[in-house]
Nanobody
């Protein structure tokens, strides 16, 4: 079993910044992709940003140039630096990890979500 624990959400004014963190724990052999998704009220969950163990990144068009995803492979931790936040960034942000256990079995795990609210 893999547990993802997120932190760093909160209330911020438009134009402000927040940094989200997500730490994975469990009998993890490898995490090949870590990602952040978000879900706003009444909308589907969408990919915000993803990063592979090799450092390749992928961003939603709506956050390019404002958000930066990074990870610490040794700590099985992923971060999302969010700058120039807009009200439309308001959502519950979820951490996601895909990898394999020492047994060789693959896993996909989700965090519990952290609320980000951008409002004046």
């Amino acid at each position: 079993q893999v547990q993802l624990v997120e932190s760093g959400g909160g209330l911020v004014q438009p134009g402000g910044s927040l940094r989200l963190s997500c730490a994975a724990s469990g009998s993890i052999f490898n995490i090949h992709t870590m990602a952040w998704y978000r879900q706003a009220p009444g909308k589907q969950r969408e990919l915000v940003a993803a990063i592979t163990s090799g450092g390749n990144t992928n961003y939603a068009d709506s956050v390019k140039g404002r958000f930066t995803i990074s990870r610490n492979n040794a700590k099985n931790t992923v971060y999302l630096q969010m700058n120039s936040l807009k009200p439309e960034d308001t959502a519950v942000y979820y951490c996601n990890a895909e990898g394999s256990f020492y047994s060789g079995s693959p896993f996909t795990s989700w965090g519990q979500g952290t609320q980000v609210t951008v409002s004046s």
